[in-house]
Every structure is written in structure tokens, then in C-alpha cells.
């Protein structure tokens, strides 16, 4: 085992560029240095819009107004620090913006508690800051987070240690707390008047949806049960409230291996009483259960009397429409994509989203904005073509639909065009630096094709120019695994690096090869929910073996110089990967994988329990014949494994273990720590890091001349 601090592989990296200079044509620094916006919002009055741009590090609010909507910097946080900006909101008069600066909100654990990627002996805050639409001085209002601003833009309501706070939204006093409920509150949700506050109460086997009203009064509890209640969204008029059910905890043990339904259902209930009625339940099917893409159940009460929300029912994750008072849901969106990052309109007529859906057959590996009003089924694609666009918002006057954009080669930007359709106008594009490579960027390639159990398969190619007649090549697994990558740039900032990453191998020669096995989405339910995947077979890891065999009969690619990397997710299939085909994958890089699923799992200790799981003894050697762990002895393969120390969404003693495994079976093994970064690489530099490392690696173990 070897173990190399950055400036080492540094070192590597300088050694080994002359064995690939006739490649490189741009720095991975340079590709890396486009500007990422996130957290699109409008206000429900007037033309006002604003984002997050991360600029290298420096994240910052970002605002605009039509007609011209001619961007103006808003804050002014000037460091690499790792601060990420969320929860961004413009109250609905236009005159305040509101965000959270600080946590780790994409992780699986602790997203609240502050990341400090600078090692500072004075740990940050996570923090509510407000700021004039205008200009003007900001002001920390308060350590919290989740704010949300009522209707009348002169209050914050958040959540600081689980309970409800409350705040003037010009910091003008001191927040307090605004009332006490046992329990973890969350979900704030202001009625349209602003004189009320629903929320959700996790009790842990339970969770109610309350109703506040004044200090002087009761929380109102809504249709209390053993059940767990969530979602709630208010009426246009204030009275009644539409939220989601599913069952509490408990129940006789159950198998592990066996699929089942997930129960759902829909109840709306009368705010003054407090009495609901069940107005829909998800059919008893696979597909029927609890949607488990991008905004859950999406529900929101429309304009009109209709209730709309998100289903898998039919094997895609579709809109519906159902009328306040019940009756059969209309299916909105009826064609086979998924509908995702959904909004509604301010007026509540219309919903918003980007799906994967458009006249080009290569559009199922895209996605475009898309509009339907929410009670009829006339879906509308807004931008059609071979760009991407994604996270639309209607501006609160209904004249304008701004988005995100980007093109293979363009990174993401604020893009607006007319509701009415028209011809969208890129933002900030004075942001992009002079020095990204924009037009040496390839176009990734629509690749399909089928695992050994026929399931079908996508991927997108990178293919260098020039160069060797037969190149090393590469297999790049996303994370989550609920995750498409896409023909172009990513709407995600973690897998934007990993676009740029594989954009910057291409460019130095490698054939990459980005891999969409089954659980990701965008290809249905069965792509997404197959039998046997992950923990419980790794039925998945057959589409990533079946790629590199792919790979291996093109005729440009070398056969025995095929490696294969990804982080998160990506990271256990690379680890599994290597272990249980070497011959196959000549290298690896391990970026904070999975490696033993027995320490993922809960429940699997049943010693004190009379009733036992039925499957138990089998689910245990399914899950360790399912973890990289379990082949160790057939891992030949060098492998660089990367980690941060501060990782909130796979426990940094992953990689732990592995390394001491690894390193008593004497595989070749180099590892790369990142000190007090999370998952998500929020310090810039540290990206540059683990890009680089990657990079470096492959190159001296896949280029290199052999000795």
C-alpha cells in the first residue's frame, strides 16, 4: 500500500504529461472554472428572479428583473469555503431575498450542522441571511435553517434544533422561538393570508401535520392517527389543507429480499375542525408505491378545485390531477418520460417541469422544460432541440418562464424566454472564464446496449480526436443511484464535475464511457425499482460489466487497458468492479464507495426479538455476497481510493476498512484523504484535487509504456 499526499500525485501528474502531450489541449483547472448556478426562484409578484452562482468556490446570490433581466450580483462572499447557499427565496412583494448559507444540505445525515473545508480553528455557522432585492447592506438574521417567508414579506418562519422560529425579515429585532411542539418540526408551510403556519411533527413512528395559529392559541392537530402524515399545502382560500399519508412504523418483521408495495394516499381535512377524509389512495402495485424521484410526491393544491401530485402508477413518474372533492385522477403528462423539478405557477394555473421528452429520439437522454395547465392533459415541450434545460420557474406575473440551460459544450446558465414561447435569452454568460475550453469540448454519443438479462442500456460516449489507432479506455458509474446522466452538461453540481471530468479525460486521450445502469432513472419503473439491485444482488453491476465488454470490441479501444471509476455509488460498483473482475478493469479510483452494505443496513439484529425476519440468514449472505468486500481475493487491480474525512452520505470508515483489506491481500493501492470535506466536495480546490488525482492515476496506469 502507498500512500500519497496531493503534491506527490502532483509530482506524478508533471512526470507523466509527456506521454500524453500530444492529447491534452486544456487543464482540468480550465474546464473546471465555469460558473454553476442553482436555486432558481421568482417572486409571486412582478418579474423578479434569483439564483446561487458557485464561482470557483465563491458562492453567491445572483438577481435579475424583466423586461431586460440584466443580472446583478447581490452578495458579495469572496472565498473558497465551502459554504454552500440554499433554500433561496424572494418574498412575494419583490423587496427581499432570503437564503441559508452554510451545512451540507444533499447529504444523508447531519446536512444542518456546519462544514468547515478550511480546517478554521473557528468553525462557520449555518445561517439565515436576507438581503434587499435592491442592493444594500445584508444582515445574519439568525443561526437556523428551512426559512420560508410569509405571504405578507415581513416575517421568517425556520426551523433552528428542530423547533419553529421566528424572525422580522429585515432583522430589525432578535429571532425567538415562536412556539414549542415535542418532537422534530419541519415542512413550514405559511396559509395564503399569512396569518397561520402548517407544519409536520415527526414523533419518529408517527408524525402529525399542526396548524399554529398564536401563541394564545392550541396547535391545531390535523386528523391525528397512527400514521405518518407529510406534505401539507394549503387551499387558495385558507380553509382546508391537502397532505400525504403513509403508514407509522412498526409491524410483525417482514422479509428482506421480497419487493413490496409502499403504501400512499392523499386526505384533505378542514383547517378549523380539523377533521380529514382520505381523497385518494395509490394503487396496491410495485409501481403504486411511494415515488422516489426528485420532489416526492410533488403535491400541490391548484387553481380550480384540483389537486395535483406526482405517481409512478403507470411506470413512469407522471402528473395527475385530481378534483378537491375526489373522483379519478387525470393522467397530465401521458407520454413514456419522467416529469421532474416541478413547480407551479404563482397563479396556480400551470405546471412547470423539465422531463425527458421531445421530438428527437435522443431526448430521453435530456431534458427540456415542459409546461401543462393542471387541469387538462395539453403538455406542452417549451425547448425543444439538443440543448438542455432544467429547474423552470414562472416569474410571478406569468409573462416569463426562466430556467437553466446548457449545450454539450456550454455550462449551465440562467436562461429566460417568454410564457408564450419565444427565444430564450441566455444570462451571465460574461461569467463563463476566457479560458474555458467551450469549443474543444466532444459530444458525448447516445451508446445502448443490452445486459446479459436483456434489460436495455444507455450510455454517452467520449471519444478523443487523434491520437493511437486503439486508446486506453474508461467506464465512468454515477452515484445515488437514482441518477441520469445526460448528452451534455448535468443539472446536478456534483455530476457537472464529473461531466467535466470526462470531458477532460477524453481530451487526454481516453475513450470514456458514462454508464446509466438500472436503479437510475429516467428509463421507468423497472429501470429504476429491478428485482435484486444494490444491497440485495447488485443485479445493476451486470450493466456495468456489460459496458466494459462493450468497450472492448470497438475497434479504437485497447482491450486490456479499460479502467473504471465513480464516487458515491459509483464508488461501490467500481469496488465491485475490481473485485470480482480484475481481468476485465485494469485500474480503478474508488471515490467514497460502499463496501461493506452490513454497515448500511438497520434492523438485521433480531437477538432480543421473539418474532424473527423470516429471510434473515439469507438476507445477510445476499448482502455480503452483494459487497465489494465478499472478493476481495479475486482484486489483482491497482486502485487509488478517494474520501472526505467529513462525509455525511458514506461513512468515511468505508474506505477504512477497505484499505486494511486491500492491504493484507497486498493489492496495489494508492489513497488520496480529503481533510474536513464532505461528500460533495464543497471547497473548489479540494474538486480540483480529486479530479486531478483520477486523472493522474489513469495515466500512469493505463498509458504509461510498460517496463
Not at 399545502?233 to 412504523?249: C, N
Not at 464507495?593 to 429471510?615: A, L, M, Y
Not at 479475486?634 to 468515511?652: A, C, E, K, M, Q
Amino acid at each position: 500500500m502507498k500512500t500519497f499526499p496531493f503534491f506527490c500525485l502532483t509530482i506524478g501528474l508533471l512526470l507523466s504529461q509527456t506521454l500524453t502531450l500530444h492529447a491534452q489541449t486544456f487543464s482540468f483547472e480550465a474546464v473546471k472554472g465555469y460558473p454553476f448556478p442553482t436555486e432558481l426562484t421568482s417572486s409571486a409578484q412582478g418579474s423578479r428572479i434569483a439564483w446561487a452562482f458557485d464561482e470557483q468556490g465563491k458562492r453567491n446570490v445572483y438577481v435579475a428583473q424583466g423586461p431586460d433581466f440584466s443580472p446583478r450580483k447581490l452578495t458579495s462572499f469572496n472565498n473558497d469555503d465551502g459554504q454552500e447557499i440554499t433554500s433561496l427565496s424572494v418574498s412575494n412583494d419583490g423587496k427581499w431575498v432570503v437564503f441559508v448559507r452554510g451545512g451540507d444540505h444533499g447529504s444523508n445525515w447531519d446536512d444542518e450542522l456546519p462544514v468547515n473545508t478550511t480546517s478554521s480553528p473557528v468553525s462557520p455557522k449555518v445561517q439565515i441571511w436576507s438581503f434587499p432585492f435592491d442592493g444594500g447592506e445584508g444582515k445574519a438574521i439568525a443561526e437556523g435553517d428551512a426559512p420560508v417567508i410569509s405571504p405578507k414579506s415581513d416575517r421568517i418562519a425556520f426551523v433552528k434544533g428542530g423547533q419553529v422560529w421566528i424572525a422580522p425579515v429585515d432583522g430589525s429585532s432578535a429571532a425567538k422561538a415562536l412556539f414549542t411542539a415535542r418532537g422534530t418540526n419541519s415542512s413550514l408551510e405559511w396559509s395564503p393570508d399569512g396569518s397561520k403556519l402548517a407544519f409536520v411533527c415527526d414523533r419518529k413512528d408517527h408524525s402529525f401535520v399542526g396548524v399554529f395559529t398564536s401563541e394564545n392559541a392550541p396547535i391545531n392537530w390535523i386528523a391525528p392517527s397512527f400514521a405518518n402524515d407529510e406534505s401539507p399545502r394549503w387551499s387558495p382560500d385558507g380553509k382546508r389543507i391537502v397532505f400525504v399519508r403513509t403508514p407509522g412504523s412498526g409491524g410483525a418483521p417482514d422479509s428482506i429480499l421480497v419487493r413490496r408495495h409502499r403504501p400512499w394516499s392523499i386526505w384533505t381535512a378542514d383547517v378549523a375542525s380539523g377533521l380529514a377524509t382520505q381523497l385518494w389512495q395509490a394503487p396496491k402495485t410495485l409501481a403504486g408505491s411511494v415515488p422516489t424521484t426528485h420532489g416526492g410526491f410533488n403535491l400541490h393544491w391548484a387553481a380550480g378545485g384540483r389537486i395535483v401530485f406526482l405517481s409512478y402508477q403507470d411506470g413512469w413518474p407522471h402528473l395527475y390531477s385530481l378534483a378537491a372533492t375526489g373522483g379519478t385522477p387525470l393522467l397530465l403528462t401521458p407520454t413514456p418520460f419522467m416529469a421532474e423539478h416541478i413547480t407551479l405557477s404563482h397563479d396556480r394555473k400551470w405546471l412547470v417541469f423539465s422531463g425527458n421528452t421531445g421530438p428527437d429520439k435522443l431526448d430521453i437522454d435530456r431534458r427540456h422544460v415542459v409546461r401543462v395547465p393542471v387541469d387538462k392533459a395539453a403538455m406542452e415541450v417549451l425547448t425543444p432541440g439538443s440543448g438542455l434545460e432544467w429547474m423552470p420557474v414562472v416569474t410571478g406575473d406569468g409573462s416569463t418562464v426562466a430556467m437553466i440551460s446548457a449545450t454539450a459544450q456550454r455550462p449551465p446558465l440562467p436562461t429566460v424566454m417568454a410564457f408564450t414561447k419565444g427565444s430564450p435569452k441566455i444570462l451571465a454568460q460574461n461569467l463563463v472564464p476566457a479560458n474555458f475550453p467551450q469549443n474543444q469540448l466532444v459530444t458525448p454519443k447516445q451508446v445502448i446496449f443490452k445486459a446479459p438479462d436483456g434489460m436495455t442500456v444507455h450510455g454517452q460516449l467520449f471519444e478523443p480526436a487523434g491520437g493511437a489507432a486503439r486508446k486506453p479506455a474508461l467506464i465512468y458509474v454515477h452515484g445515488g443511484p437514482p441518477r441520469q446522466m445526460l448528452l451534455g452538461w448535468n443539472y446536478s453540481d456534483y455530476y457537472a464535475n464529473s461531466y467535466a471530468l470526462n470531458q477532460y479525460l477524453a481530451s487526454q486521450g481516453f475513450v470514456v464511457l458514462s454508464v446509466n445502469y438500472r436503479l437510475g432513472i429516467g428509463y421507468g419503473y423497472e429501470f429504476h425499482q429491478p428485482a435484486n439491485g444494490g444491497a440485495v444482488g447488485a443485479s445493476e453491476y451486470q450493466d456495468v460489466k456489460a459496458a466494459a465488454l462493450w468497450l472492448a470490441e470497438q475497434p479504437q479501444v485497447d482491450a486490456a487497458k479499460i479502467g473504471i471509476y465513480g464516487g458515491s455509488y459509483g464508488g461501490y460498483l467500481t469496488a465491485l468492479a475490481l473485485a470480482r473482475d480484475s481481468k476485465l478493469f485494469a485500474a480503478g479510483v474508488d471515490i467514497h464507495g460502499v463496501h461493506d452494505w452490513s454497515q448500511q443496513r438497520n434492523g438485521s439484529s433480531q437477538t432480543e426479538r421473539v418474532e424473527k425476519i423470516p429471510d434473515l440468514q439469507q438476507a445477510n449472505k445476499v448482502v455480503y455476497e452483494s459487497s465489494p468486500i465478499s472478493s476481495i481475493k479475486t482484486w489483482t487491480s491497482p486502485v487509488l481510493i478517494i474520501h472526505g474525512d467529513d462525509d455525511r452520505n458514506v461513512r468515511f470508515s468505508q474506505s477504512t476498512d477497505l484499505v486494511r483489506r486491500l492491504d493484507k491481500q497486498g493489492v496495489p493501492m494508492e489513497t488520496l484523504v480529503i481533510v474536513d470535506d464532505t461528500h460533495h466536495w464543497m471547497k473548489h480546490t479540494n474538486a480540483l484535487k480529486m479530479g486531478t488525482a483520477t486523472a493522474d492515476f489513469f495515466k500512469r496506469k493505463l498509458m504509461a509504456p510498460k517496463q
